[in-house]
């Protein structure tokens, strides 16, 4: 399988700042198709994850624009660029090149 | 807007069979063009895809599962199911059926405790 890591994985944030999200793959994540497949998910408290970024950089209807989403191959991240309190919530990556399809382990994001 | 449902029990013996259905509402199996998926979650901890299907019947399912595993779908109905046999403690989490093979709608979750 493919292994997702992230960095840092708890990431305490002073809203207004900005703050950036790690993810690598243990393989390219470039499918035969030309197209990666790099997902971005944020989980807050007691809900289920919610889908941000697909496709490396491609936000989704209605994610803000202070979330973006940039990389290539097997190294990835996540921007905020100014950080909010409704942010709070813990990150995934997702791969979704090579079956089975896999999650990093999460960055905890909370308020300083 | 598509929503999803999980429903099923909460508790399910070791050895025995969890099994949980999906409801689609607000977009159809059989037409949307969208794979149908079961993630899950194990308790505070994070996400592992169990497997997906497409409504003609293919499906893709999670190695470490695939002896244990099927997911089925009733286009009558308007939705898809999960069985995972044999389960131990291990196969305690929150499952959680999802639109998409990148994951796009996720329903709220199903808590599953197994434990006699």
């Known amino acids: 399988d493919v292994v997702m890591t992230q960095s840092p994985l708890s990431l305490p944030v002073t809203p207004g700042q900005p703050a950036s999200i790690s993810c690598r793959s243990s393989?390219?994540?470039?499918?035969?198709?030309?197209?990666?497949?790099l997902n971005w998910f944020q989980q807050r408290p007691g809900q289920s994850p919610r889908r941000l970024i697909y496709?490396?950089?491609i936000r989704d209807s209605g994610v803000p624009d202070r979330f973006s989403g940039s990389g290539s191959g097997t190294d990835f991240t996540l921007k905020i660029s100014r950080v909010e309190a409704e942010d709070v919530g813990v990150y995934y990556c997702m791969q979704g090149t090579h079956w089975p399809f896999t999650f990093g382990p999460g960055t905890k994001v909370d308020i300083k | 807007q598509v929503q999803l449902q999980e429903s099923g029990p909460g508790v399910v013996k070791p050895s025995q069979t969890l099994s949980l259905t999906c409801t689609v509402s607000?977009?159809?199996?059989?037409?949307?063009?969208?794979?149908w998926s079961w993630i899950r979650q194990h308790p505070g901890k994070g996400l592992e895809w169990i497997g997906y299907m497409y409504y003609s019947g293919s499906t893709y399912y999670n190695p470490s599962l695939k002896s244990r595993l099927d997911i089925s779908v009733d286009t009558s109905k308007n939705q898809f199911s999960l069985k995972l046999t044999s389960v131990t403690a291990a196969d305690t989490a929150v499952y959680y059926c999802?639109?998409?093979?990148?994951?796009?709608?996720w329903g709220q979750g199903a808590l599953v405790t197994v434990s006699s």
């Open positions: 496709q490396v950089s």
């Open positions: 607000g977009g159809s199996i059989s037409t949307d063009g969208y794979y």
């Open positions: 999802v639109r998409g093979g990148a994951a796009l709608d």
């Open positions: 393989q390219s994540l470039v499918y035969r198709d030309g197209n990666t497949y």
